[in-house]
């Protein structure tokens, strides 16, 4: 069996920008200080003259991304996630997305998988601060491919969004024809007895759980929720309806994230079944090497297994 | 200037006052202080100075303005609607949950609104964009600014500062609106933002400084920012807070407050009798 790749969603971003600026010229990019770890160097190098560095500042990187967008341009505005959904958050909210403005957040270095630089630049709160955002729509790519893929059709979109990426090298999971459905939800395979809703990386991790419940006889549902806004409810309610009990397993806080958006469809539903999500507890991250954490901190394919026994437990 | 111009300019400034004094007066609620401060150079940069079309508001060629200190809305409301970009009888809609005049500026609602503002320190920021969107699209339009003396204790307005100068942004003129006043007292005493010239020509501006009130020295300012290549411009505009009704000139208390049926009466009043006596 060939090795299976492996690459950062991070720099699947940097490709699909260099990608984009070929064939789109009103795509410009901004990074604050940040260009060699999120990737945009790619396209700085490839197209100086619509790169802008705006130095250690994101609060009016935000800003000047608001104003180039009201003169037509696509404009992707790029640094951590920890910045780019925290340090900036107002700017964010009153300048890009109030005015509904066509700027693509490429927030890059998300959740605990940063490492080593420990729990002042882990952020775990993006999505959360992210989807309480009106006209705010945020995707959450599993591997390169999709990554690649996600880019691409938010460019074609017109209105913000927000694109969370990772700097820990993630396996390939997808085919190189994958086709981005905008806002839809991909069930990835069949089962029976419990749904597993994962995000970004976790993906992989319950394409894994499926493996270890299939030896202990039970059959999971594995859906990709790449756009956790807008939420693809319909996707998700009828998996539940199917099976009875949902698991959510991402790499950001239990509250406010993908459990919580998958949790607030189902209550509404009126067709309850249980909810138990994984991600990271209310608590801070810390450092060390990003596998070890992701370990420490429960995001893994075991976890998946016993939160999906516990959902199953509850039905 | 020609005396002429000075004169329509002034009767459309003191009009632009009178649609304050409405607005803020039907609403209840507002900023009456800080919108009549930068009533002269908004209506100068409407009436003057801008290239700008109000049967095409979304020219992609036209001025852009960002209102950076979104609270003076009044003010810029009542200088678009003269312009012509909407009724003026809107303007005693402000506020109301079916009006196109939001509490601040907002491009959703109101024609003529380039930004959406409120939150001080962003505006500024947005006009670094727009004239970063010129000079990359090889466009000669050009961006202006309007900034509250207190609005530049924000950290972003620095941030924008020196990213404007080191972009070379001169088709960027941004306005300091220096009345002196911010809601908690005197600037000076809250968190003095003093010397402000110095502190723009150590992040790399040209800097004018006028008296905000004076249309000679507002088309001076204007025309020699036009002609500054190499570096943004930034006009420090020393003005009277609640300037053109005399109780509130000067007087913290309006800078958020409106005025009683009497006090509208006596402002109303005021600004006809000096109407009157420019029209004569």
Same mark, same amino acid.
């Given at each position: 069996m060939a090795d299976v790749i492996k690459t950062a969603t991070r720099d699947a971003y940097g490709k699909a920008l260099v990608e984009l600026g070929g064939i789109n010229d009103k795509v410009v990019v901004l990074d604050a200080d940040l260009a060699a770890a999120t990737k945009t160097g790619m396209f700085k190098k490839a197209f100086p003259e619509r790169f802008f560095d705006s130095g250690i500042a994101e609060g009016n990187m935000m800003g000047v991304a608001a104003g180039l967008a009201t003169t037509g341009y696509t404009v992707f505005a790029s640094t951590f996630a920890m910045f780019a959904a925290g340090r900036a958050y107002e700017q964010v909210r009153n300048s890009i997305a109030y005015p509904n403005l066509n700027v693509k957040i490429g927030a890059t270095?998300?959740?605990?998988?940063? !490492?080593?630089? !420990?729990a002042s630049h882990q952020c775990c709160e993006d999505i959360a601060l992210m989807r309480a955002i009106p006209n705010m729509v945020i995707i959450n790519p599993a591997d390169d491919v999709e990554a690649r893929a996600a880019v691409l059709a938010a460019a074609e979109y017109v209105g913000p969004v927000y694109m969370r990426f990772g700097r820990l090298a993630v396996p390939r999971i997808f085919d190189e024809d994958y086709k981005f459905e905008w806002g839809k939800a991909v069930v990835l395979s069949e089962g029976a007895d419990v749904t597993i809703c994962a995000t970004g990386l976790m993906v992989k991790e319950a394409i894994e759980a499926k493996e270890l419940l299939a030896a202990e006889g039970i059959s999971a549902e594995i859906i990709n929720v790449h756009t956790i806004k807008p939420l693809d409810k319909e996707t998700i309610l009828a998996s539940a309806a199917k099976t009875g009990a949902i698991v959510t397993a991402e790499e950001h806080s239990i509250i406010g994230g993908l459990g919580s958006a998958v949790a607030e469809a189902v209550c509404e539903s009126g067709k309850g079944v249980p909810v138990v999500r994984l991600g990271v507890n209310d608590e801070f991250g810390r450092s060390g090497p990003a596998v070890e954490l992701l370990h420490i901190y429960g995001l893994d394919a075991q976890n998946i297994v016993a939160k999906a026994k516990q959902a199953i437990s509850l039905k | 200037m020609d005396a002429v111009i000075r004169k329509q300019l002034k009767i459309k400034a003191c009009k632009a006052r009178m649609g304050i004094i409405e607005g803020v007066f039907n609403a209840k609620s507002g900023h009456p202080g800080g919108s009549l401060s930068c009533a002269d150079i908004l209506t100068y940069l409407y009436f003057n100075h801008m290239n700008v079309d109000p049967q095409n508001p979304k020219d992609e060629n036209r001025d852009r303005f960002v209102l950076s200190k979104g609270h003076a809305a009044p003010a810029l409301y009542s200088v678009l609607a003269l312009r012509g970009?909407? *009724?003026?009888?809107? %303007?005693? &809609? %402000?506020?109301?949950?079916?009006?196109? %005049?939001?509490?601040h500026p907002s491009v959703k609602y &109101? *024609?003529?609104?380039d930004m959406s503002t409120g939150s001080l320190g962003q505006g500024i920021s947005a006009a670094c964009g727009m004239a970063l969107g010129a000079k990359l699209g090889g466009k000669s339009f050009r961006v202006f600014t309007v900034l509250g003396d207190g609005e530049i204790q924000e950290g972003q307005v620095w941030e924008a500062a020196m990213y404007a100068s080191a972009k070379g942004l001169d088709n960027l003129v941004a306005v300091v609106d220096n009345n002196g006043l911010q809601i908690d007292g005197k600037i000076s005493e809250v968190n003095s933002p003093y010397p402000i010239p110095e502190k723009f020509r150590a992040f790399g501006w040209n800097v004018i400084e006028i008296d905000a009130h004076s249309f000679d020295e507002i088309d001076a300012a204007f025309n020699a920012a036009a002609e500054f290549k190499g570096k943004p411009s930034v006009i420090i505009a020393n003005s009277v807070k609640g300037k053109g009704v005399s109780f509130m000139e000067d007087q913290v208390s309006w800078h958020g407050s409106a005025p009683n049926a009497e006090q509208y009466e006596q402002a109303m009043s005021e600004l006809q009798q000096a109407l009157a006596e420019l029209e004569a």
């Open positions: 270095h998300a959740g605990i998988s940063v !490492g080593e630089d !420990g | 970009y909407f *009724p003026v009888e809107e %303007l005693k &809609t %402000l506020r109301k949950s079916d009006s196109m %005049l939001q509490g &109101t *024609p003529g609104v």
